[in-house]
């Protein structure tokens, strides 16, 4: 039984089809009605009756828009942890700065009964919507993965041989995943993304890279390497949208100014070693634009 409303409905769709069957044959599908350039590729592939490019969608169509945007940012922060986290010895704080209404970083917190802690933090290739689709299937995999208690090798090559089956060719995800355990010591595998910086005593070390990015071959292998905190060091975990952020003349922030201001921030909580670093970026950004995504996370171990 066909009610009036989805008749209605029917009849619209029919009529939508129709045209877009007609626009086929008179060689005008796929352009936008209003400035008859070419729709979004992308947008099309998902809805092959759209009538119009991003520029030019109706009030109504753009309000829609506007709020699946705004759903979709809400649901992303309400995956985010706590920007403050306190669990037995560690002390943990993350910022996490989309440069538009989502963001392809990721990154999250996971402590265990007994007494372990995952850090992750990562940035899928591209920016927008789809980097934030990928983002949150990082989350949801991560959190599937840690309570099985594989080893840290074999859970980030199990990411990346699903992020690799599930997501375009073209798509890749750089990732640190760690855990520290309640003795201080750490373990952490760096899938491609930017050293880690370890503030130890005054010392600064880079705990580079050991593996490609994840999603790049289905069958990659991974290692992790060991570290022992010592009480009050710090492990420092960022995006490019810190490192390689730009001020208006085309500077580049870079990792020696980063690596200064870390190595300097001897006895700092992990939320005052964050708050130095946007107000570093501040200065040196100036105005310019923010184009890409942000996220940082300071881990401190306390002992004593
Ligand atoms: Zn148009």
């Not at 990928?134 to 859970?155: F, N």
């Not at 599930?166 to 640190?176: D, E, I, M, N, R």
């Amino acid at each position: 039984m066909v009610t009036f409303g989805e008749s209605t409905q029917l009849r619209r769709l029919l009529s939508d089809v129709d045209l877009a069957l007609s626009n086929l044959d008179n060689g005008t599908y796929g352009l936008c009605e209003t400035c008859h350039d070419p729709i979004e590729p992308e947008r099309l592939m998902a809805d092959p009756l759209i009538r119009y490019c991003l520029d030019h969608l109706t009030p109504v169509e753009q309000d829609a828009l506007q709020r699946d945007l705004d759903l979709a940012a809400k649901i992303q922060i309400g995956l985010l942890p706590r920007p403050e986290l306190f669990f037995r010895k560690w002390a943990i704080a993350r910022h996490y700065q989309a440069a538009g209404p989502v963001s392809g970083d990721y990154c999250d917190l996971v402590t265990t009964e007994d007494g372990s802690v995952y850090f992750m933090l990562g940035d899928v290739s591209g920016k927008g919507v789809a980097a934030a689709m990928l983002m949150t299937q990082l989350h949801a995999m991560l959190r599937v993965l840690i309570p099985l208690e594989l080893s840290l090798k074999e859970m980030v090559a199990r990411v990346s041989r699903l992020f690799c089956e599930s997501s375009l060719p073209t798509h890749y995800a750089t990732l640190v995943c760690g855990k520290g355990s309640d003795s201080g010591e750490v373990e952490v595998c760096n899938a491609g993304h930017l050293p880690i910086l370890w503030v130890s005593n005054g010392d600064l070390r880079m705990l580079e890279a050991t593996g490609l990015p994840i999603g790049v071959f289905s069958n990659q292998e991974y290692s992790a390497s060991k570290l022992r905190m010592a009480s009050g060091d710090l492990l420092f975990l960022y995006t490019d949208g810190l490192s390689e952020a730009h001020n208006r003349v085309g500077d580049e922030y870079g990792m020696e100014r980063l690596s200064r201001l870390a190595g300097n921030s001897k006895s700092l909580m992990p939320q005052a070693l964050i708050n130095a670093c946007l107000e570093d970026l501040v200065a040196f950004q100036g105005e310019a634009p923010k184009t890409d995504d942000l996220t940082m996370m300071a881990i401190r171990w306390d002992g004593l």
